[in-house]
């Protein structure tokens, strides 16, 4: 059974060995903290996937403190899949995320589409219970 989990400018959606987060609207220092504390409460050794949706999300950090918030999350996802759903305009600052998740072992991908983020991520997933 599917769980959900919202707060202002997020949405967490668990299901089964897969976490969504949905990131919406004006993102600053104070509520990327809230959603960072979110995350670890939810996330779990059952959870081998999250997908990163950030269409719609504005960030309003400094480049230090979005180096932070990057580095913070790919430590938190270690040792699972992690796609990132994001616009063109948005691939320089994703790119550094991904480099990141490679960094710490994490594989890591872009995507346009929920759906061919969550097909990767099933495959990812599935290899790990195989292996």
Known sequence: ???????????????????????????????TREGARLFHMVRTDDIKGVIFDGRYAIYQLSALEFEERCRLFARMCR????????RPYQDDQV???VNIHHEMGSPSRIFRSMEKARHWIAERTLAQDEG
């Open 79 to 86: 040792g699972r899949a992690v796609a990132y759903v994001d």
């Open 1 to 31: 059974m599917a769980q959900t989990i919202s707060t202002e400018g997020l949405d967490i959606f668990i299901d089964g060995q897969t976490i969504e987060m949905r990131i919406h609207g004006v993102r600053k220092t104070s509520n």
């Open 95 to 97: 790119k550094k995320v």
